[in-house]
């Protein structure tokens, strides 16, 4: 895997991911969550971020991480590329190469809690809500060790 810049003209395989990895991860989210949420990241909130990713040998996108003001704002990996290192390579890099050392996670997302605590992230406090206002408690953590 080689860790690379992106451009808006991968912008539509990013939400393609996106989507893709949302829909096996976040299923607390309805389909009319997951929709209102596709065209803000795509015409706002990946321009908000500095965004890398992990490309395979065939330069094919497996998977992304945007930071903004050292917090990893969003982390997504296609389904079929879980599970493999790909999402600890793209926050490592993000750690080493973009200050990322804080991130809000869905606490109704345990197993990327896990993922951020495994990669020396500590729980230092909570929100109700979401970003966007709803009621999507988030966990927020800090990176306690490199």
Known sequence: MQIDTTTKSEYSKLIEIWESSVRATHDFLSDENILSLKPLILEHYFDAVDLRVAKNKNNEIAGFIGVADCNVEMLFISPENRNKGIGSLLLKNAIENQSANKVDVNEQNPEAV????????????????????????????ELTEK
Not at 115 to 138: A, E, I, M, T
């Open 114 to 141: 896990g993922f951020y605590k495994y990669l020396g992230f500590s729980v230092v406090g909570r929100s109700q809500l979401d970003g966007q206002g709803n009621p999507f408690p988030l966990t927020h953590m």
